[in-house]
Every structure is written in C-alpha cells, then in structure tokens.
T-cell receptor, first 110, second 115 residues
Framework: LAKTTQPISMDSYEGQEVNITCSHN???????ITWYQQFPSQGPRFIIQ???TKVTNEVASLFIPADRKSSTLSLPRVSLSDTAVYYC???????????FGSGTRLQVQP | DAGVIQSPRHEVTEMGQEVTLRCKPI?????LFWYRQTMMRGLELLIY????????DSGMPEDRFSAKMPNASFSTLKIQPSEPRDSAVYFC?????????????FGPGTRLLVL
C-alpha cells in the first residue's frame, strides 16, 4: 500500500487560498489519489479524485505532478466552514484496503 | 437518495453486553465498508464486502467482532462481549467502483460508549 504523508495541521484566514500537499513516494501505476474532508461528528466526505495532471470541481482543485509522488489539494478562498480534517488517500480499487492516515487539521480563522 | 443510514446513532452499554450496529448502504452500491475511529488510532478499516461477500476482514480487532451482510441493503457489525476499549465512532460506507475510480459515501456514524 502506498503510504501517505501530510502536515498534521494548518492555519489560514477567511478568503485565502489553502494548499495542502500530500507525499506518496511509492504510489503504484494503478493507484488513484483521493481527498476526503471530515467535519467533527460526521463521516468523511469525498472532495476530489485524480490520477494525473490537474482535476478541478466546484469545491477544489487537485494538482498532481508528472512523477505522481505527491499531490496538492487547493481550496480557493476558504471560509470558516472549511475548518475540518482533510485526508489524502492513495489506492487501487482492486486492492481496496485504503488507509486514511492521520489527516491534516485545517483551522480557518476570521 | 437518503445516503448511507446507520443505527443507532448513539449507544451506551455496559462491559460484557452484546452490541449490534446496523447499516443500510446506498442502493446500487456493490461495496460496503465498516470503519472505526478513535482519537488514538484515527480511522481504521475493519472489514469490507463486495456483493455481500466479505473480502477482507484483516482489520477486525479480534474474535469478539463479527460482521454480516445478508443482502445488498443491510449489514451488521456485532461486538460480543463488548469492552470499554471498544468505545469509538463506527462508520459504515458504501461505494460503486468502476474503472479504478471510486468514491466512498460515509454514514453519520454510531457513537459507542462501553462503560
């Protein structure tokens, strides 16, 4: 399984762009990169998924360099409601046993 | 769709009692996962099913834990006998995986406290 490393915590202010980088040096050819968000007292929620280059949806962007050994989740203009834990996962659905890790705790201040 | 439904939302029990957690996955999803989350260990995958068949239960902590999926719309996670160290939030998730891509949809969780 590809192990992921991400910062334990980050602080930001409302309106700023937040970039959270995840390292996954031993990512396999068939692995996808997925990010989840978890609010207190709730289950994780899917944010975005990608395989290479850049993916964008209405919530975030995901940047993946050519070597795929890292990825960056970009949250544009964060608000207080973006305060949550963000998990980076790497895995192949064929192997299934995805590991969430400890995640990055993002605190957005007014 | 109502999403993944879990019951009960909260459970308080005494050590030694049997606890049964229930999950209804999203209709049409062919994978179902049980996770446990604690402050110390984070979010751990316990077991997952594909088309109602258990595929990997290597995360189940010990024989006191068992999980079943009798049909595509229902799964249970049972702890017998329960112990205080089983206190955690238990999440059920379901997914529909195609072509290597997958999104897991999580339920609201069951907060279990074993006294």
């Amino acid at each position: 399984l590809a192990k992921t490393t991400q910062p334990i915590s980050m602080d930001s202010y409302e309106g700023q762009e937040v970039n959270i980088t995840c390292s996954h040096n031993n990512i396999a050819t068939n692995d996808y990169i997925t990010w989840y968000q978890q609010f207190p007292s709730q289950g994780p929620r899917f944010i975005i998924q990608g395989y290479k280059t850049k993916v964008t949806n209405e919530v975030a962007s995901l940047f993946i360099p050519a070597d795929r050994k890292s990825s960056t989740l970009s949250l544009p203009r964060v608000s207080l409601s973006d305060t949550a834990v963000y998990y980076c996962l790497v895995g192949d659905t064929g192997r299934r046993a995805l590991t969430f890790g400890s995640g990055t705790r993002l605190q957005v201040q007014p | 769709d109502a999403g993944v439904i879990q019951s009960p939302r909260h459970e308080v029990t005494e050590m030694g009692q049997e606890v049964t957690l229930r999950c209804k996955p999203i209709s049409g999803h062919d994978y179902l996962f049980w996770y446990r989350q604690t402050m110390m260990r984070g979010l751990e995958l316990l077991i997952y099913f594909n088309n109602n068949v258990p595929i990997d239960d290597s995360g189940m902590p010990e024989d006191r834990f068992s999980a079943k999926m009798p049909n595509a719309s229902f799964s249970t996670l049972k702890i017998q006998p329960s112990e205080p160290r089983d206190s955690a939030v238990y999440f059920c998730a379901s997914s529909f995986a195609r072509g290597g891509q997958e999104t897991q949809y999580f339920g609201p969780g069951t907060r279990l406290l074993v006294l």
